[in-house]
């Protein structure tokens, strides 16, 4: 049973383009989350993503950030316009079921760079 | 609002040190607690998840501890390697959606 994939591993974007980062949940998972890990910080919650449906994005910035978790698919995180501050690793993790019950198990992630 | 603070956050042992790592959150009402490891520009390596049920988890050198009412949770490592050097990250489930991190602990078996 193949891990959490997320795919590209690194994305070098000039300032001003658009990033799409993507992640493919472990066999069977439905519910999604993405992380975000400033250099020399801890990772912080973006969104949390049911099969088409967004159920929590109270981390995510108001502007230029926007997630999916399509019916058929990867969740794709995907960053407008980015900006030097952009630059961070992405986490992705998948879980079985609400994070009550169930473990979340993480990719390898996605680095970002901005130059 | 549910904050995790980890102490220290650098310690530098000589190889072959028991050591303890803390983790504190300010909400006892968690659901699981789990800790990482992440090496430097890697992913996370999950270590223990402690259901809230339980008390502790062990894995090898590595034992995890939690104490709900007091809000901490402790990671012990016997005999360290300098294979164990790495960021240590705890972190809590305390709602249906997401995790809280600690800021992690950078540790340094020195040979």
């Known amino acids: 049973n193949a891990g959490v994939m997320q795919n590209p591993r690194h994305l070098v974007r000039r300032r001003g383009q658009e990033a799409r980062l993507r992640c493919s949940p472990m066999?069977?998972?439905?519910?999604v989350y993405w992380y975000r890990q400033l250099p020399e910080e801890g990772l912080k919650f973006m969104v949390y993503?049911?099969?088409?449906?967004?159920?929590?994005e109270s981390g995510m910035p108001k502007e230029r950030f926007s997630a999916e978790f399509p019916k058929e698919g990867p969740s794709i995180l995907r960053i407008q316009q980015v900006v030097r501050g952009d630059s961070a690793a992405y986490f992705c993790?998948?879980?079985?079921?609400?994070?009550?019950?169930?473990?979340?198990?993480f990719g390898p992630g996605t680095r970002l760079t901005v130059t | 609002k549910q904050e995790v603070t980890q102490i220290p956050a650098a310690l530098s042992v000589p190889e072959g040190e028991n050591l303890v790592l803390n983790c504190s959150f300010t909400d006892s009402a968690i659901y699981n607690l789990q800790w990482f490891r992440q090496d430097p520009g890697k992913g996370l390596t999950s270590l223990l998840l402690?259901?809230?049920?339980?008390r502790e988890q062990t894995s090898g050198r590595l034992n995890a501890s939690l104490d709900k009412s007091s809000g901490r949770s402790t990671l012990y490592i016997a005999a360290s390697q300098p294979g164990d050097s790495a960021t240590y990250l705890c972190a809590v489930y305390s709602s249906a959606s997401k995790i809280i991190f600690g800021s992690g602990t950078r540790l340094s078996i020195r040979p």
């Open positions: 993503l049911q099969k088409e449906n967004i159920i929590d």
């Open positions: 066999k069977g998972h439905s519910h």
């Open positions: 402690i259901q809230s049920s339980q």
């Open positions: 993790a998948s879980s079985l079921g609400s994070t009550i019950y169930y473990e979340q198990y």
